[in-house]
Nanobody
């Protein structure tokens, strides 16, 4: 399975971006998916989780601003990011859970930069 993240870019504070993560290969083996982010000099951190059925969980720092969703027919997960803040600046990565419940797959990352 390969994960291709896209949709990052430069946006002003208060703006919005929509990230996509498209899976290819043996996609029938994918269960839940997650978004993580890593800011310069910081550890990678959890952002959002979505189950196969669509149940979502969020980090407190993005709750009420970000929305994770998925289109199983397109093997794609999305992250709608609203009311962006400079502290949201990071490389965003998607991650997929395999059918043996291991988190086996990472995407390559997409840069999000929020200017103040």
């Amino acid at each position: 399975v390969q994960l291709q993240a896209s949709g990052g870019g430069l946006v002003q504070a208060g703006g919005s971006l929509r990230l996509s993560c498209a899976a290819s290969g043996r996609t029938i083996s994918i269960y839940a998916m997650r978004w993580f982010r890593q800011a310069p000099g910081k550890d990678r951190e959890f952002v959002a989780h979505i189950s196969w059925s669509g149940s979502a969980l969020y980090a407190d720092s993005v709750k009420d601003r970000f929305t994770i969703s998925r289109d199983n027919a397109k093997n794609t997960v999305y992250l709608q990011m609203n009311s962006l803040k400079p502290e949201d600046t990071a490389v965003y990565y998607c991650r997929a859970q395999r059918d043996d419940l291991t988190w086996a797959y990472w995407g390559q990352g997409t840069q999000v930069t929020v200017s103040s």
